[in-house]
Nanobody, 124 residues
Framework: QVQLVESGGGLVQAGGSLRLSCAASGRAFSSYAMGWFRQPPGKEREFVAAISGGSSTTEYRDTVKGRFTISRDDAKNTGYLQMNSLKPEDTAVYYC?????????????????WGQGTPVTVSS
């Protein structure tokens, strides 16, 4: 059974950087798109970034464009989210997820496998 495990979250000052990792156990997830979502305190889970199978396509929510970079290393069954120039409004629990298909999507219900989440706190 495939599982996703996030790591790399923590406390950082505004303007700082963090790199989140998402390790997949079990069979490789290279054939599927993967995404990162986040859930700010008291709010609903929201799309952050996604990358297609084969890494040919990426997409981002507008507020993180130019600051966050999604990538994947299928040889290692691991996905990444590099977060730079962090802002207090980036504070949230971050989740990685596997899409049901090869292509990227911003829609939560298109993802069928989720990690447990890793908290990110950005202090001002």
């Amino acid at each position: 059974q495939v599982q996703l495990v996030e790591s790399g979250g923590g406390l950082v000052q505004a303007g700082g950087s963090l790199r989140l990792s998402c390790a997949a156990s079990g069979r490789a997830f290279s054939s599927y798109a993967m995404g990162w979502f986040r859930q700010p305190p008291g709010k609903e889970r929201e799309f952050v970034a996604a990358i297609s199978g084969g890494s040919s396509t990426t997409e981002y929510r507008d507020t993180v464009k130019g600051r966050f970079t999604i990538s994947r290393d299928d040889a290692k069954n691991t996905g990444y989210l590099q977060m730079n120039s962090l802002k207090p409004e980036d504070t949230a629990v971050y989740y990685c997820a596997r899409n049901r298909a090869y292509y990227t999507s911003r829609i939560l219900r298109d993802y069928d496998l989720w990690g447990q989440g890793t908290p990110v706190t950005v202090s001002s």
